[in-house]
């Protein structure tokens, strides 16, 4: 029997020790990009930089910075312009500033 636990923690060490290289969203998705970023062409022929993994995560979700909340999924449930300022600054905050 899969022991899903398991199975997700094994998925989600390959990122662990690389940096941040990216943050973006579709939608109320928050998308992360870790290690070095390269460039691939996607299905509608647009140039994009993505990174070695990416996470993207579309539950319940927090960033903290010394105890306090910095932001939530709540950032992308707003508007389109809102939730990309949000992404935006999420950006700054960890991959701009680490």
Do not use: Y
Not at 24 to 34: E, G, K
Not at 49 to 75: D, F, M, P, S, Y
Request: glycine share 8%; charged share 20%.
């Amino acid at each position: 029997m899969i022991d899903t636990r398991k199975e997700i923690e094994r998925h989600l060490s390959a990122p662990r020790g690389l940096n941040v290289s990216g943050i973006s969203h579709a939608a109320n998705m928050l998308t992360m990009q870790f290690g070095s970023l390269r460039q691939v062409t996607n299905f509608k022929g647009a140039v994009k930089q993505v990174g070695e993994w990416a996470l993207h995560i579309q539950c319940n979700w927090q960033v903290e910075r010394t105890g306090e909340i910095i932001a939530t999924q709540n950032a992308l449930s707003g508007t389109d312009e809102e939730a990309h300022r949000a992404a935006e600054q999420l950006d700054e905050l960890l991959v701009k500033h680490g």
